[in-house]
């Protein structure tokens, strides 16, 4: 009787384990309702298909898409890069072009998906139906507190007591900028310029907007030699590093001044010191990467040009998506974890390794150069580097006509005159995707190779 007693005894308590046990595993792993904290419920079913989706291959030659299209039977279809098709990506187009035109920066594609975990977000069905945020009407204040962080653990850029503003990628903070600092007087408008090779953005978006208080006034050293300063209003573009060319650069009027700091990140750039200008514009396109969200930002000194720059935002778009800030956000945290380093590493390292192979290719060509590079301290890396520019500024040493050159060898660029430069150069992409860089390398070996052979045959 006293054994009997015993086993039930026994039962009892390895069963009570076992029901814990199980309870235990019911409330943290399989929906325990709101007193479990790991409990997942409604975004189970999102957070599945996000990973369905993003586990077709595509040969490794393109992306499928939540938002892409679907086939007959509802299948996420493959958008293929550039230069493959079929249905998998997986097809090579003989005689494809080195399409090296747009700066769509995927080559920090990989790094996203090696920190698929953390960069990751789920947003609910209501998060932020609002126009606006409990503590601010338009911008998150903690998305604001990681921008600083990131300008404070790199050094690019002094934002103590300076206000911020966000805006629709910087291509809107551009105009907003220039209606900031224009002349409100339309019988003495602002004069917009900039110092060739520039951004063609500012010329054409000046020019469509058509306003009474600004016009575009051309070439910045042209300007100054042809006009007097103390009468003209003028409004002066600084891009830093350039676009096309990547050198550092530095105002030349010292009046009103936009910085476009878009590629002032160290995988472009060494960072000598942090810029301390009254209004300097950055963008999340060349930072992370994600040019897709449509993000920038602003930088400012002068509460007056904050307070007419966020009036523009406000009235053209009643401030930027909450559901972008809200990935903004997430990403920046990735990026700035251990100081950063991890990040910008890898990007550095993938822009060096294409420069390298770059400048292999063109030190066996007397027919065309590229822009001369210059190595300075990085404060971020506590070295000295090379930079190592978005785009490759090539010069056809020979030819008038740049471009054509290249079109005859199956390579598409941006000509010089674009820039409102010479026809001799034409900007080449490097931060496209990793096959999109290989087919310009190979189109560019070859194009080298025949420099022995009749230069009619280009």
């Known amino acids: 009787m006293r054994k009997t007693k015993k086993y039930c005894y026994g039962f009892f308590v390895f069963s009570s384990i076992i029901i814990n046990i199980l309870f235990t595993i019911n409330l943290y792993l399989g929906g325990g309702g709101n007193g479990g904290e790991c409990a997942l419920s409604w975004s189970e079913k999102a957070a599945a298909e996000a990973e369905a989706v993003a586990a077709i291959s595509c040969s490794g030659h393109g992306r499928a898409y939540l938002d892409g299209s679907v086939d007959s039977e509802g299948r996420h279809v493959c958008e293929c890069y550039a230069c493959y098709v079929g249905n998998d990506c997986s097809q090579l187009s003989p005689g494809c072009a080195a399409d090296a035109t747009s700066g769509d920066p995927i080559f920090l594609e990989p790094f996203w998906m090696q920190h698929a975990t953390n960069s990751a977000i789920v947003i609910s069905g209501w998060h932020r139906m609002s126009y606006r945020y409990g503590d601010d009407p338009y911008m998150s204040t903690e998305l604001e507190k990681y921008i600083r962080k990131m300008h404070s653990i790199v050094g690019n850029a002094i934002t103590e007591d300076r206000y911020i503003v966000f805006g629709v990628g910087s291509t809107q903070l551009l105009s907003a ?43 910045t050293n042209a300007w100054q030699l042809n006009n007097s300063t103390n009468s003209m209003d003028v409004v002066e573009f600084v891009t830093s590093p350039n676009n096309p ?40 396109s060349k930072l992370t990467g994600h040019a897709g969200a449509r993000f920038g930002w602003a930088v400012i000194k002068d509460k ?50 294409r420069w390298d192979t770059l400048t292999s290719i063109f030190s066996k060509s007397t027919r065309f150069s590229l822009q001369q590079r210059h190595p300075l301290h990085c404060n971020f890396f506590n070295e000295t580097k090379l930079s190592s520019p978005a785009y490759a500024w090539v010069k056809c040493e020979r030819e008038e006509d740049c471009g054509t050159v290249l079109e005859a060898a199956n390579i598409l660029g941006r000509v010089g005159s674009v820039f ?39």
């Open 177 to 219: 900028a220039v209606y900031a600092l224009s002349s409100q007087n339309s019988s003495s408008p602002s004069n917009v310029v900039a110092s060739i090779p520039f951004y063609s953005i500012y010329k054409t978006q000046t020019e469509f907007f058509n306003s009474e208080n600004f016009q575009f006034g051309g070439d």
């Open 304 to 353: 007056d040009v904050y307070e007419k720059m966020l009036t523009y935002i406000v009235l053209a778009d009643l401030g930027i998506s909450k559901d972008t800030q809200l990935r903004v956000l997430k990403l920046l945290k990735v990026a700035v974890e251990d100081e950063g380093k991890p990040f910008f590493e890898f990007a550095y390292n993938k822009m060096k390794d």
């Open 245 to 284: 060319d990547g050198e550092l650069k530095k105002s030349v009027l010292g009046g009103k001044t936009i910085y476009d700091h878009a590629y002032y990140w160290p995988h472009f750039t060494p960072i000598p010191a942090p810029s301390d200008h009254d209004l300097m514009l950055f963008t999340l």
């Open 420 to 458: 409102s430069d010479n026809d001799r150069y034409v900007r080449l992409s490097l931060i496209k995707s990793q096959d999109d860089f290989e087919l310009l390398v190979q189109r560019l070996t070859e194009l080298v190779s025949l420099e022995n052979g009749s230069v009619e045959t280009m």
